[in-house]
């Protein structure tokens, strides 16, 4: 890397670049996976009591009517602020990762191996990214298969502790995660 900060006649990669690729994929992935939570709340309540929630739609309806509309943003905190940690660590680490690996090599090296260097950095950036993630999402899971668990995130979290320890507790889901998240 150049003095200006520059690597391959791009950057520069100074920690702006980071902080801002970090933040963008903090707010995207928040947004997007928080505003699908009631596609999660009824896909889950389907799949958890499949007689009784034949179709989406159906579901849907009988979720509202039973529960009130509130009903389908249960976990909607916990998705929010669980997506927005992974997706800092997700696209923060993904240009971390892509720049420092490009940067362990020549320039001519860096364009020869790109499609690698941007798959391994993608991969290290989501693992990292995860290790976040899955304790929001095992507290998710619980507040919407079972709404009456605990009252809040925190107290779910700490609930699922007490009696699970934090391995099982909390990244009981993780191996599973990383063969959705990381392919």
């Not at 039973?66 to 997706?87: C, I, K, W």
């Not at 779910?156 to 502790?161: A, S």
């Not at 699970?164 to 063969?179: D, H, I, T």
């Amino acid at each position: 890397m150049g003095g200006d900060g520059k690597f391959m006649g791009q950057g520069p990669f100074d920690s702006m670049h980071y902080v801002k690729a970090a933040f963008g994929g903090a707010v995207c992935c928040s947004v997007t996976h928080g505003g699908t939570t009631p596609i999660d709340v009824v896909k889950t309540r389907m799949q958890l009591e499949p007689a009784k929630y034949t179709s989406f739609v159906s579901a849907g309806k009988s979720i509202i009517s039973a529960e009130g509309s509130g009903a389908l943003f249960t976990g909607v905190m916990p998705t929010f602020q669980g997506y927005f940690v992974q997706g800092w660590f997700k696209f923060g680490g993904v240009e971390i990762c892509k720049t420092r690996f490009a940067m362990g090599m020549s320039e001519q090296d860096a364009w020869k191996n790109r499609d690698f260097i941007t798959l391994g950095g993608s991969a290290v950036a989501e693992f990292v990214a995860d290790v976040f993630l899955c304790p929001y999402e095992a507290c998710r899971i619980r507040s919407v298969s079972d709404p009456s668990y605990a009252n809040g995130m925190l107290a779910t979290g700490q609930k699922l502790v007490a009696e699970n320890g934090v391995v099982n507790g909390l990244y009981s889901g993780f191996g599973p995660m990383l063969f959705k998240q990381i392919p």
